[in-house]
């Protein structure tokens, strides 16, 4: 994946270094955040961005715009929270499986 600057406009077709399953990944932040962990995040549109990362819409108290979730190349979650237009707004690298929800979390609701 190529470097992420804050600021300037996201590429979804160059995130990632390795495919994901959003199917899982989605079935982990359910796991970690509980039932109303990201009911709080005002999740909607849901998108598989090529296996390369999934993209959700979200409505936080901290954030609201585009999140993409991606997979680096040491088997990692990098979060790349965007605008609405895909203005890159913060890039969270190197997260574990077990921290990604909170991580997130932090960013889009409860700092």
């Known amino acids: 994946m190529e470097a992420l600057v804050i600021g300037n406009k996201i590429d979804p077709s160059k995130l990632g270094d390795r495919q994901i399953d959003c199917t899982e990944t989605f079935a982990q932040l359910r796991h970690f955040g509980g039932v109303w962990g990201m009911g709080s995040w ?3 549109n849901l998108v598989n961005c090529a296996n390369k990362a999934l993209k959700m819409t979200v409505s936080g108290r901290l954030h609201k ?4 979730v991606c997979v680096n190349g040491m088997d990692l979650y990098d979060v790349i ?4 237009r895909g203005t890159i707004k ?3 690298t ?3 499986f077990d921290d990604l929800f909170e991580r997130m979390d932090k960013a ?4």
């Open 94 to 96: 190197d997260i574990y």
């Open 65 to 68: 715009g585009h999140v993409y």
């Open 108 to 111: 889009i609701e409860t700092k």
């Open 81 to 84: 929270l965007c605008s609405n």
């Open 42 to 44: 005002g999740v909607r």
């Open 90 to 92: 913060k890039v969270m």
